[in-house]
């Protein structure tokens, strides 16, 4: 079965860096795209980004432009989240997906990983 585990969160100071990974198993990595979601205290969750089978990446969050990367190690089966400059506003649990299905702001299908904490603070 599919599964996904998060891994790397913590607390950060503001301008900071921290790496996410995404370990998965029970399909094939390689060839599907990934998505990495956010979910900020009292909001909806909100899609950062995806990667494509390949390698290539789209951002959707503007504020994340420039600073976060995603990328993938098909050897590895694992998909990464570089985030630079941390900002307090950054603070959320950071979850992978595969095939995520966000309705509203709401999470309503696909396959999950249990989600990292990212607290930014001084």
């Known amino acids: 079965q599919v599964q996904l585990v998060e891994s790397g969160g913590g607390l950060v100071q503001p301008g900071g860096s921290l790496r996410l990974s995404c370990a998965a198993s029970g399909f094939t990595f390689s060839k599907e795209s990934m998505t990495w979601l956010r979910q900020a205290p009292g909001k909806s969750l909100e899609r950062i980004g995806d990667?494509?089978?390949?390698?290539?990446?789209?951002y959707f969050v503007d504020s994340v432009k420039g600073r976060f990367t995603i990328s993938r190690d098909d050897a590895k089966n694992t998909l990464y989240l570089q985030m630079n400059n941390l900002k307090p506003e950054d603070t959320a649990v950071y979850y992978c997906a595969k095939d995520p299905t966000v309705i509203a702001g709401r999470r309503l299908g696909g396959y999950w990983g249990q989600g990292t904490q990212v607290t930014v603070s001084s």
């Open positions: 990667i494509m089978s390949g390698g290539s990446a789209i």
